[in-house]
């Protein structure tokens, strides 16, 4: 292989996998008119380094606020009628990008494929890319795990976030922690600010800019079960998986819109294909 020739491959421009701009846009001028009249329904307060379900009707919002001090949240969506059916991190990366936002949506596992939540607000926007490459809400990381942590470590930790899940997942489900474990599944990293390093290409994280009163809010395509962590790793500027972070606890807000708020809207259908598969 010459120099020249390894030139020009790196040179060669990139190609977007996925082009989204075919993808039906949600109309976020309803969802903010249906917004504005909602009556708050309920909330769950997670506890730092512990989860808490909650489950949201379609065509309601959620909101995921930091309350006390910052902190990051690892998030876990499912089909509330089929917990088979569950936020897929992969592909809402590959359609959105590394990180989302506002209009951005988060998909579900295959065959169903569909809008589970559409991103209606996020307080932090503002933030961006920052020069190291970091943004905030990743869909990279896949959750601190006492796996991973083991292996790291030989340690054992029982406050990893997909512990944390699978305790609250179990009690929900009224069923053993090992077969609620099986629907633990990649998250959306709520409020942490994560990338790749440009010269090793390792995931990294730093600390949130998240303060209390920042939020995200999303609006329920179908009705769904969520699933949130507050992090063992706090802001997630030093470590994960520790009981010397300081960590605070996380909101979680339902909010109902007002009768015919959505007129036009309609929940999320899952994938047309056949499923013929050739």
């Known amino acids: 292989m010459t120099q020249d020739f390894a030139d020009r491959q790196r040179a060669l421009p990139p190609v ?14 309803l969802y903010a008119q249906a917004r504005a009249g909602a009556t708050k329904l309920s909330e769950v307060i997670v506890p730092p380094r512990e989860a808490r379900v909650f489950e949201v009707p379609a065509g309601h919002f959620f909101r995921i606020t930091s309350v006390e001090g910052p902190q990051v949240g690892d998030l876990n969506l499912h089909s509330l009628h089929d917990l088979s059916e569950r936020f897929f991190s992969g592909k809402t990366r590959a359609l959105h990008g590394t990180h989302v936002s506002t209009g951005d949506r988060l998909w579900s596992t295959l065959p169903h494929l569909r809008p589970l939540a559409t991103v209606t607000e996020d307080s932090l926007d503002w933030y961006g890319i920052d020069p190291h490459g970091g943004s905030v809400h990743d869909v990279i990381g896949t959750r601190c795990d006492p796996y991973t942590h083991h292996a790291l470590t030989g340690g054992q ?56 009163g920042d939020y995200i809010e999303f609006l ?32 979680v807000e339902i909010y109902q819109p007002q009768q015919e708020s959505l007129r036009g809207w309609q929940e999320a259908s899952k994938s047309g294909y056949d499923r013929s598969h050739g």
Do not use: W
């Open 16 to 29: 977007i996998c996925y082009p989204p701009e075919t993808l039906p846009a949600p109309d976020l001028a």
């Open 157 to 212: 930790y029982h406050h990893c976030c997909h512990s944390n899940l699978t305790r609250a997942l179990a009690d929900y489900m009224q069923v053993p922690r090992k077969e609620a474990e099986l629907l633990v599944h990649d998250v959306l990293n709520v409020f942490m600010c994560t990338g790749f390093t440009r010269d090793t290409g390792q995931y990294f994280m730093k600390a949130s800019p998240v303060r209390p």
């Open 220 to 251: 329920a395509e179908t009705d769904l079960l969520g699933n949130l962590s507050a992090c063992p790793g706090g802001d997630c500027s030093a470590s994960h998986s520790s009981d010397v972070a300081a960590c605070f606890p996380l909101k």
